[in-house]
Structure formats: C-alpha cells, structure tokens
C-alpha cells in the first residue's frame, strides 16, 4: 500500500504536525481553520504521496486538540437549581473538524477496500466485537426511545458510533499504512506539549493566557485543589487537570515500556519525555492517577523483567539513581502533602463522597429504569430526581465508567460493554508470554489505565480521551507484530 516509510518521512510528517498545531491554536474562525485542515492534509499527503496515510494524521492530530463547531440548548430544570447559585445550564452539542476527515477516510478505505484486504483474515479475526458493537448500539438506541431526552443521548449514541467507527478504521488502516510509529508520535507531542505548559503554569502560578490555552470564564484563575487550600491544579490545554492528568497517566506506561526495552525508540528523547510527562503528572495533583500510574508501571516492570526483555542504555543505567533521588527531593514534599490530605477526600464534600453520592443516584436510575436514561443524559436529569445538595450542586455525570454505562444503557449494557472490553483484549492479555512489539505492550497498558482511571472520572464520552482510547484498542486487537530482539 505504501512502498517506504521511513524514519525520515515520519519525522517530517512531525515538523509539520507541530508547526499545524502551533500556528492553527489562534485560528478562532472556522472558515479560516477549515482551509489550514485542508493546507495541512495536502503537506501531510505531499510528504507521504498517499492520500489515506495523510486523511488519518490529520485526524489524529484534530481530535487530540479538539477543535470545533458549538452549539448549545438551554435545559429547564423543574427544580430551582438556580438558586443555589449556579449559571444557567445547557446542553453542549459539537461537530468536530475531525468528525469531517472520519467521513473522507471512510470513503477512502472504501475506494481502496482490495488494496487494504478490508475483508481478509486480517481484520475478520473475531465476529464477536462486531455483533458486540451491534448489540450495544441497538441497546442504545432502544435507551434513546425511552429517554426523557431523547435529543441529547441521540447525540451520544452518535458519538458512540463514531467511536466504533474509529476502532474499525484503526484496524484496517494502522498496519497496512504503517502508521503506528506517526499516531504514537502525536500523541507525544500532545503529551509534550501539555506537560511543558503544565509545569509553566505550576511555576507561574496560573494560565498563562496563551492561545493554546482553553478558556472557562467560570475559573479564570485556574483550578485549585479543594482539601489543600490555596493549591493550584495546572490543566495544560484544558481547564481541567484530572482530564489531562488521565492522558498523562496513559501515556507514561508507553514511555516506560518502550524506554526499558531494546528497540529503535529507546533514546534519551524518550527518557526526557518521560521525566517531564511525570513531573507534570505530579502537578496536576490527580492523587487516584497517580496510583494507577505507579500500579500500572509496577506491573509492566515486572512483566518485562519476568519476560527477559528489560534493557535500559547504559547512559540511562548510569544517571537513573542520581536522577531519581534528584526527582523526589524536588518533589516529594508536593507528593507528600498531597498524600496526608487524602482522608479529606471522604469527608463531607470531598472527593469520595461526592463519587459516591454519584453511584448511588446512578444505581437509583438503573432500578427504576430497565434501558436507561439515555446516554450521557444523567447530568441534566439529576436535578430533577435528587436534591441538588445531595449532588454538591454539581451536576455532572457519574464518576464511574460502569455506572456511566449501566444509568445510560440500563442494567444490561454493563455486561455487554465488559464481553467488548475483553474480546477485544483477551488475544494480547492471555498470551502475555508472546513476544509482541514492545508498541503492543504498551498501548495494551494504555488500555488498562483508561478503564483503571475511569472508574474515578466521568471520562466514557469525554474528549479527547474517549476517542483516544477507541483508536488504540484497534491498534492493539489487530496487531500481529513480534518483538525482534
């Protein structure tokens, strides 16, 4: 499909991404980003000469930065939600730029279908997830009928959709286009970039009031951490820290894997991402993902020590130690606080409470209702079943991927979504004692880390991580790719 890709062209696809993302971050207008999209698709196809290779980096790098076109409904509760002093709520609906490039690839993978063996036994290895996929869309569906706003979760099933389009259109295009290397070089770069302004704005002391930067006129002066007072939580491009902090901590363990054993990407680039996404990751002060970072790479150390695939360059062997004691002088007095202020958490308003508070609302929903609400409607229904005080007056959705699932579905969309997550894992996960890419490994820790984080964050249709993880588990269920060592 292509005849040569290599490390050359990936590296100007890279520079050219970076420089996309640098000079379209200001572009407020959408006629104006729409031809920079399109500018930068022609580069990006000029570079690679396939059209296809070009349409998906294009994607990647648009839904990572999330770019798009708002629109909004206001909701009228029937309780006087208002009076506790909240603003006016609405509904958020969006189209983004990405949305478009998924309608050219689709029709691109179509036009090359022979040449992509779209049909081959390389991409029907298990009718399972499609009849999965069916199933819950069909569940979904039914939920919307059945909702008090059928509006808002047609608009999440879409996206739903969407999601199950992107894994399928990873499947068929990352191995063919050998587009794994570029999709995990953007990632970096997200990862990079955020992890750079985080620790500007730690140092700094709030936003930096730079285009890159998102904007909530709720929280000019940035988020700050509710058990420590006076603690500023940096979000990097976002406004909220536990989101990025999430991406963060799925992308470490890829660092980590890849920096620990022998293959072409272990240098000291990678070494350098990894101490600068850490560092930023301890700012953010999300103590739930720091555990699972720390659980995540723990096993993924052992694993690779058990396997006998552990290599570390001798530079990296010889500064690790100074370089970690370095690290934990300058902050572990941060982490430490941090860690003596967990208890807060559970109580009265804190953190835990508030979770659990949200798993009981979304239990009371699933009793009471066989399909669900409908998807992603629980935020704008609770003020109308619970008293706000109950719900901290902050109605958002359930802090919980299964209770995400089981209030949006219904009880039944709990073991559906459980049968996908493991049929598309189960080749990788049974038979860790194959000797995949070490690539593979670490986008299957990926994986992991997104379910481990959402069971504390409200992250099944939040941008751009939902989307991130859907593209990755096509990766990993369609890759066939051995470690050479």
Known sequence: MIKVINSLVVWKELFLTLVFIL?????????????????????????????????????????????AAY?????????????LGNSEVYSSWFVNYSDMLIIFLIYWVWRNKKKLN???????????????????????????????????????????LKFFVVFNLARALLRPLKLSSITLGILAIFVLVNSVLIVVQKIKGGPLGIAIESENRFVPYGIFSDENIGLYRPGGMTTSPNLTASILGMFIPILFIIGATKNRYNN???????????????????????????????????????????????????????????????????IFNRIITFGKVFEKQGGGIYRWHHIVMAWDFMKNNLFGIGLDVYQY????????????SDASPPHNLFAEIGVGFGIFGIPLFVSLFYEITKEKFAGLRRRYHPLVHGVGALMISYILISMAHPWMFARP??????????YVYNNEKIITV
């Open 23 to 67: 000079l379209s971050s200001s572009i407020a207008l959408n006629r104006q980003y729409l031809i920079a999209v399109s500018l930068y698709v022609i580069g990006l196809w000029f570079i690679s000469k396939n059209l296809g290779r070009a349409l998906w980096i294009s994607y990647v790098t648009n839904f990572l930065f999330f770019k």
């Open 71 to 83: 629109f909004f409904e206001k909701i009228n509760y029937q309780v006087n939600f208002l009076d």
């Open 118 to 160: 779209l049909f081959g036994p390389a991409i029907l290895v298990n009718r399972k997830v499609e009849i999965l996929m069916l199933a819950i869309l069909g569940l979904g569906f039914l939920a919307t009928s059945f909702s008090p706003m059928p509006g808002v979760s047609m608009f999440g099933l879409i996206q739903l």
């Open 268 to 334: 000291v680039i990678t070494w350098t991402m990894l101490l600068i996404s850490t560092a930023a990751l301890v700012f953010t002060a999300s103590r739930y993902v720091w555990i699972v970072t720390a659980i995540t790479i723990y096993f993924s150390f052992r694993y690779l020590k058990k396997a006998g695939i552990m290599y570390l360059p001798d530079l990296v062997a010889r500064y690790m130690k100074p370089l970690m004691i370095c690290f934990f002088i300058l902050l572990g007095p941060f």
């Open 381 to 392: 229904e609770i003020p109308n079943r619970f008293d706000p005080e109950f719900f901290f």
């Open 465 to 474: 991580i939902a989307e991130l993880f859907w593209v990755f588990a096509g």
